[in-house]
């Protein structure tokens, strides 16, 4: 057992100890690098496309009127490599893909990649300002699960994700619990993976600006039982065309997600230790949970909500919203946070919102920003909101 | 509060609750599906690239001698869409990826995708048999925690995970562990991504081919405190040549790991109850860590090992194995099973060790398979050893 194999044949087989196109990519490829994040924020991006005739990159630093940013064209060298730098960008996470010649793909240098609905791209965090809530700092780290509930209103096994913070495990304490809801073509990853929720969390309750919580992740989609590629079934590509998302299943089976999550957790089981909060299509259900349950929830968040349902016949349970909203007014609540972007489609419906519940004399704080109905400001709402409660 | 909006530009403006570049792909696609897993087994692939002079296809379906298998050409019709349709293939799940003119990328149309150390490749699930163990099932599920451990022996805070039965929350019952560790380049993310484990682990419950128990994965690579982009840092490509991986701080920092799970777990704290198990330097760990606390593991799975450490000065941990090996042979054990294929670049290594093994009088179990140095393998041997557990 004295013979030690050190031959330079074997340190390379080693080091393919993983899928072996993998290591070819990484050998071929080892002298570029993309992106970098340069000392004065600028970005610098490079990609190999000797035969390309255009590559174009298309990031969410880009301004945008409508939907899509103009793309960025790429400038080649006389090896076929394509570049571009960024000029300076404001501190955030930004996400961003290519198109060569037409065809979409992520950077084949970076690695890092979330889903969106059914597209992938990658990411990027420039650091020195909000971008450093959305990196891993070195902090006490909270834990995060995937948990299966049963439903019994959907008749289903269900998946939702919580983050439980630091101490959590060792502590004998009771934990107020946020609630925090995904938009339409999202599930019970969405708040962790675009939405950086235990970045965030981890980094502001390690500053004391937000006090230890639970943060309960659950799908919104009620005919789905988990992210796609989590539940059982074929692997297809996931839509946004679900049926159950906004026609009452999620607000009159919320309780069960409570009911779960306080039979589980050391929570204080009290409307005034519960928070929701929803983006888009999770603010809709946000807004509605919190009314027709009006003695739940002492915090209600809505990031760029929608308020009315999609088109077609309108569910009862959407119907005289007043008296709901009358009731949650008479049994009290602590904060009441609408955010919105001035170029969001939905700015209108949430004025008009907005216009009811002053009519009503329901008090709320209200935040407008720059921007649209995207990712960037849905982390930074979470990051001013969280800081909020309890 | 009665006016509905029902107009067609609200209902695809709340479609668009998404980054929107997403939003324009799924769009511009919709036609297409790629990958398509055929009743007879066979998979067909499509791609839209009207400007491409070469399509070529990767996958982990397609014979291999040495490192990379032949690339498959696709087929151009007269609107720019290429494709191809495999032969039946064996159940099983494929990674696969393409190269347009040079250029890497992803199926644009999959969003299933996992990376594999610094790359990112597509995923397909072929059913049926083997395959049907990688896919989600109608089982009741178990939970998976990411974790935080403190590490004295590194000075570092380090995250694993953790795979809990279905039932674990809700019975007063203890269970057995299983060590599961991964190779060079992984980390521990790597048995849940690439090696199915949470999938594997359900479904052998359910059938009662394996019994409920617990499955540990922690980082092998010990300057690493995470995973790339869950550790704190600047965000680059992950590599292969990292420090403190097989100079023996895994092996003597293992009872760290131990300690944690057994503190906060309900698990039974005895050798009999305890598995360790891992591919190639996982194998190599599993090796070195079971000899060396030669009292605390019943189970032993090598899966395509790894025998000797890199090459460089050997450390004194991994020389003299004879006498270790022997103080484990006379605790004595249930199982010490090594899998490995016959094409793997390791196979003489682990020819030698098992020669090594009977001169010593160490019974084992060994399993010789088809293949080389691939996920496929791993992951087969994991449904195989978690079967003969406890």
């Not at 990411?123 to 699960?145: C, F, R």
Request: charge should be negative; hydrophobic fraction near 40%; aromatic fraction near 12%.
């Amino acid at each position: 057992m004295k013979a030690i194999i050190k031959s330079a044949a074997t340190i390379i087989a080693l080091l393919a100890s993983i899928n072996l196109s993998a290591q070819e990519s990484l050998w071929n490829q080892a002298e570029l690098q993309s992106p970098i994040v340069n000392e004065d924020n600028t970005v610098s991006f490079q990609i190999f496309a000797p035969e390309a005739q255009e590559v174009l990159l298309i990031g969410t630093w880009m301004p945008r009127e409508d939907w899509a940013p103009e793309p960025v064209s790429l400038q080649r060298d006389s090896n076929g490599v394509w570049s571009h730098t960024t000029k300076a960008l404001a501190s955030d996470l930004y996400t961003y893909h290519y198109m060569v010649d037409g065809l979409r793909l992520c950077d084949p240098l970076n690695p890092y990649v979330v889903r969106d609905v059914s597209s992938v791209f990658n990411y990027l965090i420039v650091p020195g300002g909000q971008g450093d809530l959305y990196a891993v700092q070195d902090v006490p780290h909270g834990s995060l699960s995937y948990r299966w509930y049963s439903s019994p209103g959907t008749q289903q096994e269900r998946r939702l994700t919580i983050y439980t913070p630091a101490g959590y495990e060792t502590s004998t304490q009771s934990y107020p619990v946020l609630y925090l809801l995904h938009g339409m073509g999202g599930d019970e990853t969405a708040w962790t993976t675009l939405g950086r929720t235990v970045e965030i969390m981890d980094i502001l309750i390690a500053r004391g600006e937000a006090k230890p919580m639970i943060v309960v992740m659950p799908n919104g989609n009620m005919s789905q039982q988990a992210a796609p590629g989590s539940a059982p079934g074929v692997l297809s590509a996931p839509g946004m065309d679900l049926p159950l998302t906004m026609e009452g299943t999620m607000e009159t089976t919320f309780p069960e997600i409570i009911e779960f999550v306080e039979q589980n957790y050391r929570v204080n089981a009290e409307k005034g230790q519960r928070a929701i909060a929803g983006l888009s299509m999770g603010g809709f259900h946000s807004l509605h949970i919190s009314r027709l349950h009006p003695h739940t929830f002492d915090y209600i968040g809505l990031f760029s909500p929608a308020i009315y349902p999609l088109a077609g016949s309108i569910p009862e349970i959407y119907m005289n919203m007043d008296d709901s909203l009358g009731a949650q007014k008479n049994n009290g609540y602590s904060l009441y946070w609408i955010a919105i972007g001035k170029n969001d489609f939905l700015f209108d419906q949430v004025a008009r919102y907005r216009a009811n519940l002053s009519s009503l004399g329901l008090p709320f704080t209200y935040i407008e920003t720059e921007g649209g109905h995207t990712w960037d400001l849905w982390r930074n709402y979470l990051s001013q909101f969280v800081t909020l409660l309890f």
